[in-house]
């Protein structure tokens, strides 16, 4: 049977890295990809058996690219810390992994929780958004901010079983997460030569949700859904346009 290592991006995540860890207790290795953390996630780790290398993120698809070169097995499983692997999902892929697997990457649905609902509409579920296990001698990670897509040989596979995902508890760390996030999607508008105007400030945002609202039927998901349109559409989508504003507007002033 393959060989397979798991990795996990991390920083500060005490309060979700043991569960991540034993979701994947399983693999034959798991490598912790540590930005500096100041709490007790290393610890954590390290008790669990995990090894642990320390890198200075810049952005995600260059950490994620430097995790695979951590890994020791070709078979890598990706996750976040605050994702986990059911068992259902587990089960697929280690049949794949004792039949010789049938594709170099694989994905899975990620169901994700916000706040305390599982939102099953308003375009997050199912979220194929990232493979999560490939043979990494065929997929790489593109040069890419944020949203960090991959470029891989072969026909992608989709699994069943999910990968849980707890991105926010609460409005706090939404507005936490979102200001590095919109950071990173501002800079990347930016180096592509993108704009920030006048209709991206009203116009965008509207267009955010009535598409999640209505088109991807974010009302199915109750009161937690419009919540979750609101702060996508006013708060996440026009952070991310004043900021490409405010770089456009660093630049002239520097001319």
């Known amino acids: 049977m393959e060989k397979v290592s798991a990795y ?21 290795e798991i490598v912790i990809i540590d930005s500096f953390s100041i709490d ?9 058996g ?15 690219n430097f995790a695979l070169s951590k890994c020791s ?18 089960m697929e892929i ?5 039949n010789f697997p049938r594709s170099n990457i694989f994905f899975a649905p990620r169901k994700n929780k916000f706040i305390d609902k ?4 308003s375009g997050w579920y199912p979220d194929y958004r990232h493979p999560v296990f490939f043979n990494k001698k065929k997929v790489y990670y593109k040069d890419q901010l944020v949203h960090e ?8 596979y989709y699994f069943n079983g999910d990968i849980v995902h707890y991105p926010y508890s609460n409005i706090k760390q939404f507005i936490r997460k979102s200001d590095l996030y919109t950071d990173l999607c501002s800079k990347e508008m930016f180096q592509k030569g993108k704009k920030c105007k006048i209709v991206n400030l009203f116009g965008n945002p509207i267009v955010i949700f009535f ?27 026009l952070m991310k346009y004043i900021k490409l504003w405010e770089l456009q507007k660093g630049t002239n002033l520097n001319k």
């Open 50 to 64: 995990c090894r642990i290398v320390q890198n200075k993120f810049e952005y995600f698809s260059r950490q994620r």
């Open 211 to 237: 598409k999640m609202y209505f088109i991807k039927l974010g009302f199915l998901d109750g009161f937690v859904g419009l919540i979750l349109a609101l702060l996508y559409s006013f708060f996440y989508t």
């Open 40 to 48: 007790d996630t290393v610890k954590i780790a390290e008790e669990m």
């Open 94 to 98: 280690k049949y794949e992994l004792q």
């Open 118 to 121: 599982w939102i099953l509409h």
């Open 149 to 156: 897509n991959v470029d891989y040989k072969g026909k992608k």
């Open 8 to 28: 996990i991006l991390t920083r500060n995540e005490e309060k979700y890295i043991r569960e991540c860890i034993e979701s994947v207790k399983w693999v034959d």
């Open 73 to 90: 097995y070709d078979w890598v499983i990706c996750l976040d810390a605050d994702e986990r692997i059911t068992t259902k999902l587990k």
